[in-house]
């Protein structure tokens, strides 16, 4: 089969993933009761999908379909989102979408390539970099829960107990240089 004929296929199939996990989150933030509804609304934990969808791309094609999958999943948000969404808050939810589908494909792509250690410590850093921000400035015990699937995601990617350990303190570094980022983007949707 063509090439081409493939990558636009796995690109619609990015795109499909990406509506469905939009319309899951919606239809979990009415229902799940705050403040746990937060889990579902946060920018991190949606980065989780174009990882998982990159997991299994070919060389190369990671941030594309990154990048097609969390559009995706951000489009069916601001469609579907029960409450009025800003313009100001769609012009940062789509500006964001872009750039963590390049970075979380990238970073999945990565681990399905055997680079298992770079990528986990990317996404695990940004999932475990927005629990610190949560648990520092917002508070709840909800954030110990992302905390938690950091971990999970270390577990996962990571097969050996020394491969384990780097992604884990690799992640604790990105997540604390990423602290100042979480802020700015709250301050962002906020002010």
Do not use: K, Q
């Not at 997991?55 to 579907?80: E, F, K, N, Q, T």
């Amino acid at each position: 089969m063509d090439g081409a004929l493939i990558g636009a296929r796995r690109l619609v199939a990015a795109t499909a993933l990406g509506s469905a996990a939009g319309l899951a989150l919606v239809v979990l933030f009415t229902i799940v009761p705050p403040p746990w509804d937060a889990l579902v609304n946060t920018s991190a934990l949606w980065g989780v999908v174009p990882f998982a969808v990159a997991a299994r791309s070919p060389r190369g094609r990671g941030a594309a379909l990154g990048v097609a999958s969390m559009l995706a999943l951000v489009l069916a948000w601001i469609l579907l989102f029960p409450n009025v969404i800003t313009a100001r808050e769609v012009l940062v939810f789509v500006l964001v979408g872009l750039g963590a589908g390049v970075v979380c494909g990238a970073a999945g792509a990565a681990v399905g390539h055997g680079r298992r250690v770079s990528g986990t410590v990317v996404m695990a850093g940004i999932v475990l970099g927005e629990a610190v921000y949560g648990l520092v400035v917002v508070g709840g015990p909800h954030w110990f829960v992302e905390a938690a699937l950091a971990g999970v995601l270390v577990l996962a990617c990571c097969r050996t107990a020394a491969t384990r350990i780097r992604a884990g303190l690799g992640a604790a570094a990105v997540a604390g240089a990423l602290f100042g980022a979480y802020w700015a983007y709250d301050a962002v949707l906020t002010t």
